[in-house]
């Protein structure tokens, strides 16, 4: 498979990255070569091999049910959160306007 | 006296402890030579100030009979991929610069609590996307080393560039590393030192910058093997903040280091022997199997039949996971925003993420968008996850036959930046034989092996089972002491 300018501009726009036409225009072979290099998986017998999910066997685990279990992970952080904001108001994100 | 950057870990904590010098001593020797090679372009902030608090605090413990850690008065190099409280943690983008986390990572929390220090935050590949440290928006990373009879400037590999360049310069005695596919192993590797990436699970991901979580492992980049044995242990540890986090005892590595191999197996995979790989590696991987032979070891064949596809079904993986992960760059809640004039949240999205990201991010965003994609989903992405699955399988089936499997890490030397930039794929190639033990989550480590006909080191790689870093260190400790890798850079910065 491979993929053209306006394939590249749709999948650019799916992944929230401005390009103008001359970044598109570089970016079709650089994907493409990649693209072509990967179709050799292609060759290779999966029948009855399941995806792998974890590379390690490993049991997901549940915390404690309480409140604030981790106290680096729980609540009362607003200050540390908007700490770095580009933007941040009243103690919230502050974004351009959404709604017309 | 002896010159205090000449010392690695073990030495500057025993030294430390018995009192031959103080903390305070090695970090002003260290920081001092940090401060002198800015020409490296190894750290992109240096912190002396962290270095020197965490000295005195262990001074003072010393001084108050209290039981020092096992990093006590070493400072070290922080890869630059690791939150930092009240540091800057940029991962070497742009779309980062001037974040300062109010959290530390767990791996850097358990290495201060060692009684380690921050000597600065090391340069990589932006991102950890690259194999050269030509990706990182604060600019190339330079190796110490050079090529005989030429000035050229040479790559310390990446994607932990700024970490292996430090280390080989001994302007740190030791630096943390993250290795995805590769990346702790590779800068080793290319720059004459040791790197160790752990069973993945052994090292919290836990305030590490996220490429592809399935994958990523952090792990110690140091100028032996001891050295590496003695930080792993500080580093590893289960941690409930990560989900992935392996919930097992750490090992004292360092103590059980044996390099008496007598009784074990080693592997040696036919199928890494590829078209494209210099002459003087192949010579090292026979030597190398001399020198495990040597140390009682018995030299096995053993066949990994899915090699070859290993780096594709890498290049789908990892940057799959890359898009996603990289999903929170939307310019809201840290790091940089594009705000054009009387645009909408969509066009701010896009405009951070245009001038924040550089262009092999991009790339392999967009590739991860692709094959993740309606349409292409099975197609790319659970036909690579199903061919992980084989390259895992491979790796327990030749585990039946051997202990510990013996490789070379690259298929080349290091090489002058700007060399590789034509193709992407050229540079991605330099991974084919670091990749499939990532995807595979085994303890994987690379160890100086020699120097080449051109004056730049190279190192070999041994490949263990899950949770078997120990007999990974050994066969490396084997390794180490016939080589008698003492080959160093000569200063010129």
Redesign the interface.
């Known amino acids: 498979m491979s993929v053209d300018k306006a394939t590249v501009a749709k999948i650019a726009s799916l992944a929230r990255i401005r390009m103008d036409d001359e970044a598109l225009e570089r970016m079709v072979p650089e994907l493409n070569g990649i693209l072509q290099w990967v179709e050799q998986l292609g060759e290779v017998d999966v029948t009855g091999i399941e995806p792998m999910a974890a590379v390690i066997p490993n049991t997901l685990r549940l915390r404690d049910d309480v409140v604030d279990a981790d106290p680096l992970t729980g609540g009362g952080k607003r200050d540390d959160v908007l700490a770095n904001a580009p933007a941040a108001e009243h103690g919230f994100f502050g974004v351009p306007k959404v709604i017309e | 006296m002896t010159d205090l950057t000449s010392l690695g870990v073990k030495e500057i904590r025993d030294g430390v402890r018995d009192g031959s010098f103080t903390a305070r001593e090695v970090a002003e020797g260290f920081n001092a030579a940090v401060a002198g090679a800015a020409a490296l372009n190894a750290f992109i902030v240096t912190t002396p100030d962290h270095a020197l608090a965490a000295a005195d605090k262990v001074d003072a413990a010393r001084a108050a009979g209290e039981t020092l850690g096992t990093m006590a008065g070493v400072p070290i190099g922080m890869k630059d991929l690791f939150a930092t409280n009240g540091v800057q943690t940029t991962a070497a983008s742009h779309i980062l610069e001037?974040?300062?986390?109010?959290?530390e990572s767990t791996v850097s929390q358990k290495l201060w609590d060692a009684g380690a220090g921050m000597l600065g935050k090391l340069n990589l590949d932006q991102f950890a996307m690259g194999s050269s440290n030509e990706t990182s928006y604060f600019g190339n990373v330079t190796s110490p080393w050079k090529k005989a009879g030429s000035n050229a400037a040479m790559s310390p590999g990446g994607s932990s560039g700024g970490s292996s360049s430090a280390v080989a310069a001994r302007i740190a005695p030791a630096a943390t590393g993250t290795d995805t596919g590769g990346s702790i192993r590779q800068p080793a590797a290319f720059t004459g030192i040791c790197g160790i990436k752990p069973?993945?699970?052994r090292c919290s991901r836990w305030g590490i910058v996220a490429f592809a979580s399935?994958?990523d492992q952090a792990g110690p980049m140091a100028r032996s093997v001891e050295d590496c044995a003695i930080m792993l242990g500080a580093m590893a540890g289960f941690d409930?903040?990560d989900?992935?986090s392996?919930?097992m005892d750490v090992p004292d590595w360092e103590a059980a280091l044996n390099s008496d191999l007598r009784g074990k197996k080693v592997g040696i995979p036919r199928e890494y022997r590829m078209e494209g790989t210099d002459q003087a590696i192949l010579d090292s991987w026979e030597q190398g199997k001399a020198w495990l032979k040597d140390a009682g070891a018995e030299i096995v064949d053993v066949s990994l039949p899915?090699t070859?596809?290993a780096l594709?079904?890498y290049?789908?993986v990892a940057p799959a996971e890359a898009?996603s992960n990289l999903?929170r760059y939307?310019?809201?809640?840290?790091?940089?925003?594009d705000?054009p004039e009387g645009?909408?949240?969509?066009?701010?999205?896009?405009?951070t993420?245009?001038a924040g990201?550089g262009d092999e991010v991009?790339?392999r965003?967009?590739?991860g968008?692709?094959v993740l994609?309606a349409g292409?989903y099975d197609?790319?992405y659970?036909?690579?996850?199903?061919?992980?699955?084989?390259v895992?399988r491979d790796f327990a089936r030749a585990f039946e036959e051997c202990d510990v499997i013996l490789a070379p890490t690259t298929p080349t030397a290091s090489f002058p930046l700007g060399s590789m930039n034509e193709?992407?794929?050229t540079m991605y190639l330099n991974d084919v034989f670091a990749v499939p033990a990532s995807?595979?989550?085994l303890p994987a480590m690379s160890v100086p092996a020699t120097i080449n006909a051109d004056g730049l080191p190279l190192g070999l790689q041994l490949v263990g089972r899950?949770f078997d870093e120990q007999g990974v260190l050994n066969a490396g400790l084997a390794i180490q002491e016939r080589a008698g890798f003492t080959a160093k850079p000569e200063k010129w910065w």
Do not use: E
């Open positions: 001037g974040f300062t986390p109010r959290y069973t993945y699970g399935s994958l409930p903040k989900a992935t392996l919930q899915h070859k596809y594709p079904a290049y789908i898009s999903a939307d310019g809201v809640r840290y790091g940089l925003r705000l645009v909408g949240l969509q066009d701010m999205y896009a405009a993420r245009a990201f991009k790339r965003i967009l590739i968008t692709y994609s292409f197609a790319y659970t036909q690579a996850q199903k061919v992980r699955a084989l895992a193709d992407p794929l995807l595979a989550g899950p």
